[in-house]
Each structure stands twice: as structure tokens, then as C-alpha cells.
């Protein structure tokens, strides 16, 4: 068995979980969980509800999943040997069902579109492919399009772009229709309005910067469809090639917290910041706050707001864990963005 990230494992209780990222221990993988049927999970957020035929799904938020796997079942974790301890997760032996998002974009493409949001994503790839040497197989579905109950009138799209090429290619495309007065197709981040209204919490990152940096990204987009009469959202999220991933994961290695840092470094190498974990490699100029640490190699990200968040030669800000890597090989420093205690205080963002 072979997944790789966004791609879906289905369970017995037809609890839906996403692969996460691409290091997992044997036989398993660490997973975030996404929804799960109303037999067993009810929320009280408005935003949460999806139908599929006869049968309701809620979406977890925030720490929801986390929370009602660890109560209620937690044989979905895994032991990831590094950390000591258990992570959201399962083990091939409790899988039911994989769904994979290649595979499923090619079954709505092939398909006439019944419905106004199948059509805006054929002419979504559609305007893509036509302008690049990119084809349809370069791309997936994920979310409610991966997992048939989307509405047609309120859904997003949420694309997969995979490969470091093919994400180089379509960035260059969209800077040219971003960019074209009458292309239906802009950059969602282009002006305020894009986070007027959105719920923030990040206490060292301004909506300001965020608007600054998501800008910069180029693969969130808005579509203006005119037979739907409204602007979808539409996400291109890069997940690697098979040839591209590597599984860091050792039984051996093992990964202890050091305390937290404030620190300012250059980035050197960027080009594994698109996927998730996003990974910087960083030249640390000058540390702010926390342990005087002279081997900080790098920075991993597992927030999804930091990722393709610095280029090469970029300076940042970043504060977050300090963790020691310690490998049958070598032994390093690493600071690291993921879900925590303190996870609104976290930040990477460039300053120069």
C-alpha cells in the first residue's frame, strides 16, 4: 500500500481521514481527520454540515478531530517513535476504503458536468491546460469534490497540483491570467476584502501580512463563473510526485524539545516549502530569544499558513519550538511550527 499526502482513508465507522505529510512509521499513517457521519459526531457549527445520498457528515475544526479520536477512538493513532508518542493516524489493518484525488478528477472530467460547480471546474482545467504543457492528469480533487457532497452552489474547488515542475508551471500561468483584464480566473488575496472578515487569531502575524504573503503565493484563486453568477474559490495545493517523496521517518532518530525560540535567519533553500511538512532551510543571523543554539539547520512547518511563506535569500522572523534532532547519523537543531500550546504565537514571515 502506497498513499501519499490528501489522499483519503475510510474506516469502518466511515470516519474519513486525510494522509498528512510524508513521514509515517511501518505499515501506517499519520493522518489529520476530516469528517466523520452524524451516527457518531454532531457539531454545532454552522459550517461543519455535508450531505452525501441519505447520510450526513460533519467537519471537524480546529482540534475537534483531535479530541474525539483520542476520546472515542484511539485505536486511529500511531506511535511515531521520534516524538514518543502517539499521533492521529491508522494503521493499513483498519482501512476500509482509499480515495484518491487523481483518480477522482478524472472520473468528474470524463463525466458531462450535471451541475454548475462540475462545469466551472472543467473550464477551470480546461483554461489551465490549454495555456501550458500541464495536463489534467497533473491535477486532483480534494475536499467535498473528492468526497461527492459538495453543493453546487455554495462549494469550493479545491485542486491538487502535483510535482515541483508542474508547480513552477502553473504559478507562471496564473501570474499571466492574474494578470489579463478580462481573465475570469485572479488572485483571491488581491484585495483586503479577501480577510475583512476573517476570524484571526495568530498574535505575531497581522491580517496585513497575511494578505501580503498569501498574495505572493499565487495558488489561491477566485473564478468568476457566469453561468453560476457568483465567485468560487478555487485552491491549488502542491502534494509531490511519487519520485519526489521521501520518508524521513527512522525508528532510531530521535526529536526532543529544547523550549521555544525568537530568532531571525536567512533562508537559503526554500524549493521544499510548497508541501506540508513545508521545510526551510535557514542560516540563523540572529537569535531574539530562547537557547543561543549555533547548529539551527532548518525550519519545519506543519501550519498551513506558513507554507510557501520565504523564498531563497529571503530574511525572516520565525518563532516557534526549538527540537534536537538526533539521527543514527548526525544530530541537529530544527525549530518547528505545528499544533500546540502556544500555536497562535508561532510565526515565520519575511522582513526583508
Not at 104 to 133: C, F, N, W, Y
Amino acid at each position: 500500500m502506497k498513499l501519499r499526502d490528501r489522499d483519503a482513508i475510510i474506516v469502518d465507522e466511515n470516519i474519513i481521514f486525510r494522509v498528512y505529510g510524508y513521514f509515517h512509521p511501518p505499515k501506517g499513517y499519520v493522518c489529520d481527520v476530516e469528517y466523520a457521519p452524524s451516527e457518531i459526531f454532531n457539531s454545532k457549527d454552522p459550517r461543519a454540515i455535508r450531505e452525501a445520498d441519505s447520510r450526513v457528515f460533519y467537519k471537524f475544526y480546529s482540534d475537534e478531530g483531535l479530541k474525539f479520536i483520542l476520546q472515542n477512538y484511539p485505536k486511529y493513532t500511531v506511535l511515531y517513535k521520534p516524538l514518543r508518542r502517539r499521533l492521529v493516524g491508522v494503521y493499513e489493518k483498519y482501512i476500509k476504503e482509499i480515495r484518491e484525488p487523481q483518480r477522482k478528477l478524472q472520473i468528474l472530467l470524463e463525466k458531462k458536468p450535471k451541475d454548475g460547480l462540475l462545469r466551472a471546474l472543467h473550464s477551470v482545467i480546461d483554461m489551465i491546460t490549454d495555456r501550458s504543457g500541464l495536463s489534467s492528469i497533473n491535477f486532483g480533487v480534494f475536499g467535498s469534490l473528492l468526497h461527492s457532497f459538495y453543493h453546487p452552489h455554495f462549494s469550493d474547488i479545491d485542486l491538487i497540483i502535483y510535482g515541483k515542475e508542474q508547480l513552477n508551471e502553473l504559478l507562471q500561468v496564473l501570474r499571466e491570467l492574474y494578470s489579463e483584464q478580462n481573465s475570469p480566473l485572479k488572485n483571491e488575496f488581491e484585495k483586503y476584502e479577501a480577510v475583512r472578515d476573517k476570524r484571526w487569531r495568530f498574535l505575531n502575524y497581522s491580517k496585513k501580512e497575511f494578505l501580503k504573503h498569501q498574495r505572493r503565493k499565487m495558488i489561491y484563486a477566485v473564478f468568476h463563473h457566469e453561468e453560476s453568477g457568483r465567485l468560487i474559490k478555487v485552491e491549488f495545493e502542491p502534494v509531490k510526485e511519487w519520485n519526489e517523496i521521501h520518508n524521513e521517518y527512522d525508528d532510531r532518530t530521535r526529536i526532543t524539545k529544547k523550549g521555544w525560540i525568537k530568532a531571525i535567519a536567512r533562508v537559503k533553500d526554500a524549493s521544499e516549502s510548497p508541501f506540508i511538512p513545508s521545510i526551510y532551510e535557514i542560516e540563523i543571523l540572529n537569535i531574539l530569544e530562547g537557547p543561543k543554539i549555533d547548529d539551527i539547520d532548518r525550519l519545519v512547518s506543519y501550519v498551513e499558513e506558513f507554507r510557501m511563506q520565504a523564498e531563497e535569500d529571503n530574511i525572516v522572523l520565525m518563532e516557534g519550538n526549538l527540537e534536537e534532532v538526533m539521527t543514527p547519523k548526525n544530530s541537529f537543531h530544527q525549530i518547528t511550527l505545528t499544533y500546540g500550546p502556544r500555536y497562535y504565537e508561532q510565526v515565520l514571515k519575511t522582513i526583508q
